[in-house]
């Protein structure tokens, strides 16, 4: 069965710093990866996927992540945070194996200092 | 256009009462899941449908029960309410049940069980 995890519930830098978000996975196929956002009092929406393909994939509001099959990563990076990025950030898998079901990781809450 | 809208958005009952969770799309949508978020723990898979009259298990689906009649609409349905049970409740739904498809998520229902 697939699983997610993600190092480190909580990740703090300064504005205009480098984000760094780490996410593994294990899946037994080539898994489908996923990273969500959610704003406060909200449901999660999409900020950027891999299915198949270039392994270097860009998102929404100047995230991106790299997916890497050796290390079963898929990091979330941002070159510049900015206080609007403050979030709690979930990584998610999925695949075919035993249903149809999208997997995500336990959340990484961000914190953006001015 | 709404999207996928959860009634209501707060809750609370008591041990041993029931209730139905509401979830409604108007996309179309053929995949529609159940998650629950508690703190630490990520969003966990309680139920999902690939279409009308077809559920399934998730991680999670001890205490729960669903149905799916229609396209739109996607019910959950605790039976006997346990204060386990207390958690902040996502329905989430996409275009096909293929899994690189991304979710949509509603705004969520708080529910606590006293």
């Known amino acids: 069965a697939q699983s997610v995890t993600q190092l480190g519930s909580h990740v703090s830098v300064s504005e205009g710093a480098l984000v760094l978000l780490r996410c593994n996975y294990s899946s037994s196929v080539p898994p489908y990866l996923f990273w969500y956002v959610q704003y406060p009092n909200q449901g999660l929406q999409l900020l950027l996927k891999y299915t198949t393909g270039a392994t270097l994939v860009k998102g929404i509001n100047g995230f991106e992540a790299e997916f890497k099959k050796s290390e079963t990563s898929f990091h979330l990076t941002k070159p510049s945070a900015h206080m609007s990025d403050a979030a709690e950030y979930f990584c998610?898998?999925?695949?075919?194996?035993?249903?149809?079901?999208?997997?995500f990781g336990a959340g990484t809450r961000l914190f953006v200092k001015a | 256009n709404a999207g996928v809208t959860q009634t209501p958005k707060f809750q609370v009952l008591k041990t041993g009462q029931s209730m139905t969770l509401q979830c409604a799309q108007d996309m179309n949508h053929e995949y529609m899941s159940w998650y629950r978020q508690d703190p630490g723990m990520g969003l966990r898979l309680i139920h999902y449908s690939v279409g009308a009259g077809i559920t399934d298990q998730g991680e999670v689906p001890n205490g729960y029960n669903v149905s799916r009649s229609t396209t739109e609409d996607f019910p959950l349905r605790l039976l006997s309410a346990a204060p386990s049970q207390t958690s902040v409740y996502f329905c989430?739904?996409?275009?096909?049940?293929?899994?690189?498809?991304?979710?949509?998520f509603g705004s969520g229902t708080q529910l606590s069980v006293l």
């Open positions: 989430a739904s996409s275009y096909s049940w293929m899994t690189n498809e991304k979710l949509f």
């Open positions: 998610a898998v999925s695949d075919h194996t035993g249903g149809f079901k999208t997997i």
